[in-house]
C-alpha cells in the first residue's frame, strides 16, 4: 500500500515530470549561482562599509536608508538569480 506522501508525488510527477539534468546543466547552473553570489558578497562589503562610515560619522539616518538599500539590492540579486536559472531550466526541457 503506498503512503500518501507516494500518491502525491505520483499527481505531481504525471502533471509536471521531473527532468534529470546533465553534470553540464548542473555546471551552468551552479555557475550562474557562483556568479550572483560574488555580486552579493560584493554589493555587501561596499554597503556595509557605507553603513559603518555613517555610523560612525553620526549619520544614523543615512546608515539606516543604506541598510534597506543593502536588503533591497540582495533581495534584487537573489530574484536575478532564480530568473535566470528558471530560464536556463526552461532552455534545458528543449
Known amino acids: ?3 500518501a506522501y507516494e500518491l502525491a508525488m505520483e499527481r505531481l510527477a504525471k502533471s509536471q515530470p521531473i527532468v534529470k ?5 548542473k555546471k551552468e547552473l551552479a555557475e550562474v549561482d557562483s556568479t550572483f553570489k560574488a555580486r552579493t558578497a560584493e554589493k ?3 554597503l556595509k562599509g557605507e553603513i559603518q562610515k ?3 560619522t553620526g549619520k544614523f539616518e543615512e546608515a539606516e536608508s543604506l541598510a534597506k538599500q543593502l ?3 540582495i533581495k534584487r540579486l537573489q530574484e536575478d ?3 535566470k536559472k528558471e ?5 534545458f526541457g528543449k
Do not use: I, P, V, Y
Open 1 to 3: 500500500m503506498k503512503s
Open 87 to 91: 530560464k536556463l531550466r526552461a532552455s
Open 81 to 83: 538569480c532564480e530568473a
Open 71 to 73: 536588503a533591497s539590492e
Open 54 to 56: 555613517a555610523r560612525n
Open 44 to 46: 555587501e562589503l561596499f
Open 21 to 25: 539534468l546533465t553534470d553540464e546543466q
